[in-house]
């Protein structure tokens, strides 16, 4: 990863906070602290909260650390986006199938691509993470609490995930420079387990 990469990589959850705020003017002028169900906070604490979503959203960062070159931030950048609309999907109350083992599955197939050294074109890629981050976009709109202001709520956890995955890139990098990146293989592997649990559970 070339320096001049690693900026567009940390701006991404400021990224994806921008579109959506661009794409809600009202949400300049909300509260962002709404109590104990409100907005931002809870939208934030959302992602940290569960350990599917953590795991996946982590992986998604070590994945583009991985494949290296563009993927670094554009792998980052394309999941939140996408989330987005799976969020207005669960938001709306549009029918959405199987929602928890998607979440599962992305465990598995996120850890088992870096198990594997897949390194599939870019866009590949991205079609990849964006089926999955529709998945989870979706869990977090459809648990969006009654009193909470959805663009609020919205924006928290888009920067959440961000976060996360630069989590993910930064131990991706570190560990491709440990034992020529078997670290990176086995922690994908390891997670990848843990999505068969959640699948089963």
């Known amino acids: 990863m070339s320096i001049s990469r690693l900026p567009l990589a940390v701006v991404a959850p400021a990224f994806g906070a921008a579109l959506l705020m661009l794409a809600a003017p009202g949400a300049a002028e909300a509260h962002i602290l709404q109590g104990e169900a409100g907005g931002f906070l809870h939208g934030f604490e959302h992602p940290l909260s569960g350990l599917d979503h953590l795991l996946a959203m982590f992986c998604v960062g070590l994945w583009g650390a991985q494949m290296g070159g563009r993927a670094v931030w554009s792998l980052p950048i394309a999941f939140p986006l996408i989330m987005v609309v799976g969020g207005m999907m669960g938001i709306a109350g549009v029918p959405l199938p199987a929602v928890e083992s998607g979440i599962a599955l992305s465990i598995i197939v996120l850890g088992a691509a870096i198990a594997l050294v897949w390194r599939p074109p870019e866009w590949l890629a991205v079609l990849v993470i964006g089926v999955f981050a529709i998945f989870h976009g979706y869990a977090h709109g459809a648990e969006l609490p009654t009193a ?54």
């Not at 909470?148 to 131990?171: K, Q």
């Not at 420079?177 to 086995?186: C, I, K, W």
């Open 148 to 201: 909470a202001d959805p663009a609020d709520y919205a924006i928290g956890f888009v920067v959440a995930t961000g976060l996360i995955h630069l989590a993910g890139i930064a131990v991706g990098l570190a560990f491709q420079r440990l034992r020529g990146g078997e670290l990176s293989r086995a922690l994908g592997g390891l997670i990848g387990l843990g999505g068969l649990y959640f699948l089963v559970a």
